[in-house]
């Protein structure tokens, strides 16, 4: 069977439902976003068709940070690029698991790849229960409640989330850690992945203490990816000998 005939309406519905719970774990990031998109004078249609179609709350963030008049271009292809730069990664570990995919399927794929969508659906490609319908559902779900919470935190943004104090109260600016977390230990394999994940960690640490910014994402991802890689080429090296 080919992988564009697995689409059918009833695998895109089971994606869809079970992708509900983890995509209200990103209810409040959103509301935060929509609170911080009115505050840097954006409308709520301009706010709510950016959730829609960048579906990328990292880089959304960073680009209110340095969100200006005049737009400062330049500056915001660049940070937003750097944000987003571990969908490479994520792209690259999916290839092999659709590798006969249509050229008019991959668009779609490219915009349901994240976080959350992504962890889910690696971890049963990764056990041969892969199912294209069901990564396509779990993104148009997240795609919806992202970008329904940002329009939500727009209209709140006059009332009490507008206040900083109180988004931190309510634990605001800790649904992003704690979503990465869910999405780490779904993609926890064992043992093996400890020594690239404290590379990663180590990497990410010294570069957030000696640079600050962003960059210690990168900078972490890239250490942690490069470390495995080059161990996994090393004991394939080995095998062969």
């Known amino acids: 069977m080919s992988l564009s005939a697995r689409v059918t309406w009833r695998s895109f519905q089971a994606g869809a439902l079970r992708m509900i719970l983890p995509g209200l774990a990103s209810l409040p990031f959103g509301i935060g976003f929509g609170v911080a998109a009115a505050q840097k004078g954006l409308s709520a249609f301009e706010t709510t068709l950016m959730s829609f179609t960048v579906m990328a709350g990292t880089s959304q963030m960073v680009a209110l940070d340095i969100w200006a008049q005049p737009l400062p271009l330049m500056a915001l292809a660049v940070s937003v690029f750097v944000a987003n730069l571990r969908y490479f990664v994520m792209g690259a570990a999916l290839q092999p698991q659709m590798p ?3 050229w008019w399927l991959q668009p779609p794929v490219w915009y349901v790849t994240v976080d959350q969508n992504w962890a889910v659906n690696i971890a049963e490609y990764r056990r041969g229960h892969g199912d294209l319908g069901k990564f396509l559902g779990g993104g148009f779900v ?3 409640i992202w970008s329904g919470s940002t329009l939500a935190g727009h209209l709140a943004a006059g009332g009490i989330l507008s206040d900083p104090s109180m988004a931190r109260r309510l634990g605001l600016d800790f649904v ?4 990465f977390v869910v999405v780490a230990t779904i993609l926890f394999r064992g043992k093996r ?9 180590a990497a990410a640490l010294t570069a957030k203490w000696m640079i600050g910014g962003n960059w210690y994402i990168v900078i972490g991802g890239l250490a942690g ?3 495995g890689a080059l161990r996994d080429l090393r004991n394939g090296h080995v095998r062969q000998s």
């Open 225 to 227: 990816g490069l470390f």
């Open 176 to 179: 992003g850690v704690a979503v």
């Open 193 to 201: 992945d400890i020594a690239p994940w404290a590379v990663a960690i």
């Open 142 to 144: 997240m795609a919806c």
């Open 100 to 102: 006969h995919l249509p």
